[in-house]
């Protein structure tokens, strides 16, 4: 764990809400179809997946998930072109399955506050390998809690 000055990137996203246990499948043909738009914008992504969550609430997240992208990048349809903030942010590397993340989160929540600091309203991850080709146990997300002030 640990704070960083992070700075603020240009993605393509798509915002939508739905209960946790539908994650997954969410990413998943979310990331395809942005992956198509960049495609026929002749962009590439500029680093992992994320997604940015906007709220907590288990059975109605409200989730942008999309791709960095080296430059401002025109959306279409549900594609929107939006930004990851810039600014200092505290940060944890979990290592493991999908369903025990809860934890880092915790841990993550119990350094902000030891510190002194005030997290944003949002918080986001990057998903650094892919879950179709990598065993639960080896799974890497980056966790970040954008700060106030």
Not at 41 to 67: C, K, R
Not at 79 to 87: I, S
Not at 108 to 128: D, H, M
């Amino acid at each position: 764990m640990d704070i960083r000055n992070t700075k603020e990137r240009p993605t393509l996203v798509i915002r939508t809400s739905t209960p946790v246990e539908k994650l997954p499948e969410v990413m998943g043909s979310s990331f395809g179809e942005i992956m198509q738009v960049m495609g026929s914008a002749g962009t590439q992504p500029a680093g992992p997946p994320f997604a940015m969550y906007h709220n907590m609430d288990m059975s109605n997240l409200d989730v942008e998930m999309g791709f960095p992208v080296a430059r401002k990048t025109e959306g279409r349809g549900r594609v929107k072109a939006g930004t990851l903030p810039g600014g200092k942010a505290a940060a944890i590397l979990h290592m493991g399955p999908y369903d025990r993340i809860g934890e880092a989160y915790e841990q993550l929540t119990a350094f902000v506050k030891e510190k002194g600091l005030e997290p944003q309203s949002i918080c986001y991850e990057f998903y650094l390998n892919d879950p179709a080709e990598t065993a639960p146990e080896e799974l890497q997300t980056e966790i970040y809690f954008p700060l106030k002030g």
